[in-house]
Nanobody, 119 residues
């Protein structure tokens, strides 16, 4: 079992930046691929970015390329999502999740952190 806790959300003006963190429990963090997702009110959850177990590759959704960056620190058992040039349409609850394989389904999810971008 893996527990994930997101933090770093908040209210920011358009054009600003936030860095989300997702701290994981357990000693096998490095064996999990990690992903970030988001869900805006009234919308389906959507993929944001993912990072492989080794941290060697990331996959960003097209609408976030160039603005969002995902990274991980296995020593700190934490994955990050750096978000720059935020837009009001980025407002959502952001979730992190982990997968036992680089391209597999996500088995464990955090509770989410709210990001609100004002215009």
């Amino acid at each position: 079992q893996v527990q994930l806790v997101e933090s770093g959300g908040g209210l920011v003006q358009a054009g600003g930046s936030l860095r989300l963190s997702c701290a994981a429990s357990g000693r096998t963090f490095s064996s999990y691929a990690m992903g970030w997702f988001r869900q805006a009110p009234g919308k389906e959850r959507e993929f944001v970015a993912a990072i492989t177990r080794s941290g060697g590759a990331t996959f960003d959704a097209d609408s976030m390329k160039g603005r969002f960056t995902v990274s991980r620190d296995n020593a700190k058992i934490t994955v990050y999502l750096q978000m720059n040039s935020l837009k009001p349409e980025d407002t959502a609850v952001y979730y992190c999740a982990c997968s036992a394989s680089d391209y597999g389904s996500y088995a464990y999810w955090g509770q989410g952190t709210q990001v609100t971008v004002s215009s």
